[in-house]
Nanobody
Framework: QVQLVESGGGLVQAGGSLKLSCAAS????????MGWFRQAPGKEREFVAF????????YYAGSVKARFTISRDNARNTVYLQMSSLKPEDTAVYYC?????????????????WGQGTQVTVSS
């Protein structure tokens, strides 16, 4: 099993930056593909970014590409989401998720473990 804990959320002005972290428990973190998702009030959870087990492959939602960067440090059991040029529409609860056998990186149902989420609020 993997337990995930997100941190780094907060309130930021439009155009600003935030870096989210997701710390994982367990000795097998490096065997998991990781994703970031977000959910705004009244909306479905949506895919944000994906990184494979080694960090050699990443994929982004079109709405965040070129503004967000996902990375991981397997020695620290942590995955990161660097967010820049933030917009009010980026406001949401951000979740990290882990998958051992990912088939569709954008589908929440393909992830096995989830964190509790961290709130990101972007003011205009």
């Amino acid at each position: 099993q993997v337990q995930l804990v997100e941190s780094g959320g907060g309130l930021v002005q439009a155009g600003g930056s935030l870096k989210l972290s997701c710390a994982a428990s367990g000795r097998t973190f490096s065997s998991y593909a990781m994703g970031w998702f977000r959910q705004a009030p009244g909306k479905e959870r949506e895919f944000v970014a994906f990184i494979n087990w080694s960090g050699g492959s990443t994929y982004y939602a079109g709405s965040v590409k070129a503004r967000f960067t996902i990375s991981r440090d397997n020695a620290r059991n942590t995955v990161y989401l660097q967010m820049s040029s933030l917009k009010p529409e980026d406001t949401a609860v951000y979740y990290c998720a882990a998958s051992q056998r990912i088939t569709d990186v954008q589908a929440p149902s393909r992830y096995d473990y989830w964190g509790q989420g961290t709130q990101v609020t972007v003011s205009s």
